[in-house]
């Protein structure tokens, strides 16, 4: 199965089940997101909004739907994910990746009906690897890198899976309280909820992975500071039998 790799937004992207045409394109598709939205590019629109050249009002309608929809879920979650940096700087890092993977697969769906894309660990699929069996995706111990502690079997409607976590970047997650989680993995039907919910179970607390799994429409596998793992009922298959869960 052919294999496409580039370097986009400070991670890497790997496409497996599309050719070099289609894989350019998704390429393209990251390249504008990471065009308009990038803190690190003194260009984009973000940057300019940052800046004060630019009022956010009069930014482009797309920059304007995208912060509307990080403020719809900042309030879904109450507060526990938010578009805002702690000195109050927008930030759309929050959204904006599971928004390029959504429209990239967009593009693949075009072109193939088996395929998967993985964005510095957050993963979207379609249809089956090799045509046969669901595509999976690893989860590892947060303590230890090199250990798998679970596997999510990427099956529909159940497309998207996202990683959140401080093992391999550090503190980069704004917290509103005292540390509770330090990973957390989330298996939805589309990237953009598993990648925020994935986000905002790290940057809160019990109470707000209570609240996020309440209706069970998501399967949550979460790691706290005390080295327990807590999983959804739907996310207790994911883990290997040796592996306590809460």
Do not use: C
């Given at each position: 199965?052919?294999?496409?790799?580039?370097?986009?937004?400070?991670?890497?992207?790997?496409?497996?089940?599309?050719?070099?045409?289609?894989?350019?394109?998704?390429?393209?598709?990251?390249?504008?997101?990471?065009?308009?939205?990038?803190?690190?590019?003194?260009?984009?629109?973000?940057?300019?909004?940052?800046?004060?050249?630019?009022?956010?009002?009069?930014?482009?309608?797309?920059?304007?739907?995208?912060?509307?929809?990080?403020?719809?879920?900042?309030?879904?979650?109450?507060?526990?994910?938010?578009?805002?940096?702690?000195?109050?700087?927008?930030?759309?890092?929050?959204?904006?990746?599971?928004?390029?993977?959504?429209?990239a697969g967009a593009v693949l769906d075009e072109v193939s009906e088996d395929w998967l894309l993985n964005a510095g660990g957050d993963v979207l699929v379609r249809g089956?690897?090799?045509?046969?069996?669901?595509?999976?995706?690893?989860?590892?111990?947060?303590?230890?890198?090199?250990?798998?502690?679970?596997?999510?079997?990427?099956?529909?409607?159940?497309?998207?899976?996202?990683?959140?976590?401080?093992?391999e970047r550090g503190e980069h997650v704004w917290r509103r309280s005292t540390p509770t989680f330090v990973q957390a993995t989330v298996v939805a039907d589309d990237i953009?909820?598993?990648?925020?919910?994935?986000?905002?179970?790290?940057?809160?607390?019990?109470?707000?992975?209570?609240?996020?799994?309440?209706?069970?429409?998501?399967?949550?596998?979460?790691?706290?500071?005390?080295?327990?793992?807590?999983?959804?009922?739907?996310?207790?298959?994911?883990?290997?039998?040796?592996?306590?869960?809460?």
């Amino acid at each position: 199965m052919s294999v496409a790799t580039f370097e986009t937004m400070g991670t890497v992207v790997s496409i497996r089940g599309a050719g070099p045409s289609a894989a350019a394109e998704a390429r393209r598709v990251f390249a504008g997101y990471d065009h308009r939205y990038s803190l690190y590019d003194p260009s984009s629109v973000l940057s300019r909004i940052v800046r004060g050249d630019l009022r956010l009002s009069e930014a482009p309608q797309e920059v304007l739907d995208t912060y509307a929809l990080a403020l719809e879920w900042r309030d879904r979650t109450g507060g526990a994910f938010t578009p805002h940096r702690p000195d109050g700087v927008v930030d759309l890092s929050g959204v904006v990746k599971a928004l390029a993977i959504r429209d990239a697969g967009a593009v693949l769906d075009e072109v193939s009906e088996d395929w998967l894309l993985n964005a510095g660990g957050d993963v979207l699929v379609r249809g089956l690897h090799r045509g046969v069996a669901p595509w999976s995706v690893g989860v590892v111990d947060p303590a230890h890198r090199d250990v798998v502690l679970g596997v999510a079997a990427l099956e529909a409607p159940r497309r998207a899976v996202a990683t959140s976590g401080t093992a391999e970047r550090g503190e980069h997650v704004w917290r509103r309280s005292t540390p509770t989680f330090v990973q957390a993995t989330v298996v939805a039907d589309d990237i953009v909820t598993a990648d925020v919910l994935a986000t905002a179970i790290v940057a809160g607390d019990a109470d707000d992975l209570r609240g996020i799994t309440a209706d069970g429409a998501v399967d949550v596998l979460a790691f706290d500071v005390d080295g327990a793992v807590w999983a959804t009922p739907g996310a207790e298959r994911m883990v290997r039998s040796q592996v306590t869960v809460e």
